[in-house]
Nanobody
Framework: QVQLVESGGGLVQAGGSLRLSCSAS????????IGWFRQAPGKEREFVAA????????DYADSVKGRFSISSENAKNMVYLQMNSLKPEDTAVYYC??????????????????WGQGTQVTVSS
């Protein structure tokens, strides 16, 4: 059974940092990509960042480029999202997701086959 479990969310002041972790299990992810998405109340789920499992390629939404960094640690089956210079508009539930046998990095949520339960990030002003 495939499981993705996010952790690391919390409350932080604007300008602060958080590191989200995504623990993946239940399949071989070597040909997959992992994405982070977020959803704020009343808004649609939006793409944040994605990485190939082996870490060779990354992609970022314009709104987080230069502030967020995605990375993978294959030996531990972990993917991380380092978030710096956080803004109140970054407040959302953050989800990690796996795109099976991804030939390229996708920004659309329906490309992703497996999802975690989400972790809340709240940035106060």
């Amino acid at each position: 059974q495939v499981q993705l479990v996010e952790s690391g969310g919390g409350l932080v002041q604007a300008g602060g940092s958080l590191r989200l972790s995504c623990s993946a299990s239940g399949r071989t992810f070597s040909k997959d990509s992992i994405g982070w998405f977020r959803q704020a109340p009343g808004k649609e789920r939006e793409f944040v960042a994605a990485v190939t499992w082996r870490g060779g390629s990354t992609d970022y939404a314009d709104s987080v480029k230069g502030r967020f960094s995605i990375s993978s640690e294959n030996a531990k089956n972990m993917v991380y999202l380092q978030m710096n210079s956080l803004k109140p508009e970054d407040t959302a539930v953050y989800y990690c997701a796996a795109d099976r046998f991804a030939s390229s990095l996708s920004r659309v949520y329906y490309s992703y086959n497996y999802w975690g339960q989400g972790t809340q990030v709240t940035v106060s002003s």
